[in-house]
């Protein structure tokens, strides 16, 4: 990926990034031809080349593009919401997974599937390099509720098999999961019963 520091050329990366990241959710990696990047986007061949060496640099340009604005949004969103009455680490799980619901009500009307469950489908066992991209982004999903399990855990009951690293791709899994049923099951209430159950589990792992 090549160095960008102009507004203007910062502000033609960005709609590249935006226009390949809707294409590759809604056609997938593969089918989301680089035309039709180039006209999504109103630039040019010349100017896509300036900002990216070929289409496998724009897929991992688009895969950080993608993590950076989800980290944002949920950030944003976790904000937002109203503070519970005990502040403890599992509330701090809680937390981000109800910031995680909120997050897809909010892309509900959105079309096509997930950017990384799309290209971990098409890519994982024919791009080695994808592949090990692809697992770094579900790995740092699990990271953003590591911490707070690890602080949980010191603090309650927890047993010899409690693994806390597993427990976040635990998370992980469970989410993701629950996404893609509820869309092919077209049931908007799948994911927030999934994640009910999934806090009471964490709560029978960990809580004090």
Not at 22 to 48: C, I, M, N, P, S
Not at 112 to 126: H, Q, Y
Not at 147 to 156: M, T
Request: net charge positive; charged share 30%.
């Amino acid at each position: 990926m090549k160095d960008v520091k102009q507004p203007r050329a910062l502000a033609t990366r960005e709609k590249i990034l935006q226009a390949a990241a809707r294409l590759f959710a809604l056609k997938g990696y593969h089918d989301a031809k680089l035309e039709e990047v180039l006209y999504a986007a109103q630039v040019t061949k010349g100017a896509f080349f300036h900002h990216f060496r070929d289409r496998e640099d724009l897929g991992f340009a688009v895969l950080d593009w993608h993590m950076e604005q989800r980290r944002q949004l949920l950030d944003v969103i976790e904000q937002e919401l109203p503070l519970a009455k005990q502040v403890d680490p599992l509330q701090q799980v809680f937390r981000r997974l109800d910031a995680v619901q909120e997050m897809v009500r909010r892309r509900e009307g959105c079309k096509g599937g997930c950017i990384i469950g799309n290209m971990s489908t098409a890519l994982s066992d024919c791009h080695d390099g994808f592949r090990k991209r692809l697992a770094e982004c579900f790995d740092e999903m699990a990271q953003e509720f590591l911490p707070h399990l690890e602080a949980a855990a010191r603090q309650g009951r927890v047993t010899r098999r409690t693994n806390t690293s597993e427990l976040a791709r635990y998370i992980v899994t469970v989410i993701e999961g629950a996404i893609m049923q509820a869309r092919t099951l077209g049931d908007a209430k799948l994911l927030p019963r999934q994640l009910a159950y999934l806090k009471e589990h964490l709560k029978k792992c960990l809580e004090p």
